[in-house]
């Protein structure tokens, strides 16, 4: 069994996926590389696409290594008869502890305050935060990994709302609202946990930010796609919103405006990187890719 690993995968991860057969690990040519090849794993930078696909005869299995599916053509692939398969479980409380790491960061000014020390500043009385116990925290999508930011920003004394096409009604944490505008007008913090649609596409637009608290706070650790980024550049320097935190956009890496602001922390995509998610994406991986070429 020859395995094409096309994207950074920790040491662990590559070690245990080696033990399944012969690794080709982020091949220069990936074409070439994907002739003889009976599965591909990725992440969220390469592309599985159709004219890819083209260059893989004997490719059986794509596996993500993460949650979304949105950088894999599934339907390419069913048309094939190329399986798809990812690891939806392995990272999902790293992303949640994120998320509420870049609530702290945002209602403190941790970053802002990292980043003058730094340069020399002690700026103290211009750092004066906000404590999150008592705020609305307003999630969009309870999922998997919104119910655990949920349950965690509960925890610190949040009061937690959740708008979602198939929320778990069974909650004892979050209240649901219905409509979406309710949502954003109740919330001190919206934090995005939708996985990217046609219908979640730029979900946060200037529309939909008008209507959010004046001072409100937006945390996205989902998918860039679902922000109008130059709506919230233009919220967060107007001073509509008092600030955001992001770890994925629409374009990355990302080098846009956001970067201007002392208000928006930003970081590269780190959702799923921590030690233990790692373990268990590649614990995962090696369980999926198992039981499907065994197939």
């Known amino acids: 069994m020859l395995i094409v690993i096309a994207d950074d995968m920790e040491k662990e991860v590559v070690d245990a996926l080696a033990k399944l057969g012969k690794i080709t ?4 040519n990936l074409k070439a590389a994907l002739k003889d090849a009976d599965a591909l794993v990725v992440r969220s930078a390469t592309k599985v696409t159709g004219e890819l696909l083209g260059s893989a005869p004997k490719l059986r299995l794509v596996a993500r290594a993460g949650v979304g599916l949105d950088n894999v053509d599934v339907a ?3 048309a094939k008869g190329i399986g798809v398969v990812n690891t939806p ?4 409380n790293a ?33 004066i935060g906000r404590e999150i116990e008592g705020k609305t925290l307003g999630i969009i999508g309870y999922g998997r990994i919104g119910s655990l930011v949920g349950r965690k920003a509960n925890a610190l004394g949040m009061t937690v709302i959740a708008y979602s096409p198939q929320p778990h009604r069974g909650d004892e944490v979050a209240e649901f609202v219905d409509d979406f505008d309710t949502l954003l007008a109740r919330s001190d913090v919206v934090s995005i946990h939708s996985a990217l649609t046609e219908s979640t596409k730029n979900i946060l637009n200037r529309e939909t930010i008008a209507k959010m608290k004046d001072g409100a706070f937006v945390i996205n650790t989902a998918r860039g796609g679902i922000i109008d980024e130059d709506a919230l550049y233009e919220a967060c320097k107007s001073g509509k919103l008092a600030g955001a935190a992001l770890d994925v956009y629409s374009t990355e890496p990302y080098r846009g405006k956001l970067l201007e602001l002392d208000n928006v922390c930003l970081t590269p995509h780190l959702g799923a990187s921590t030690k233990e998610a790692q373990a268990r994406i590649g614990k995962e991986l090696v369980e999926i890719l198992k039981a499907e070429l065994k197939k």
């Open 89 to 92: 479980a392995a990272s999902s």
């Open 25 to 28: 690990y982020k091949p220069a």
């Open 76 to 78: 390419a692939c069913e």
């Open 95 to 127: 992303v949640a502890e994120l998320a509420i790491g870049l609530i702290l960061s945002a209602f403190r000014n941790i970053a802002k305050a990292h980043h003058q020390m730094k340069g020399g500043l002690w700026e103290k009385k211009a750092l």
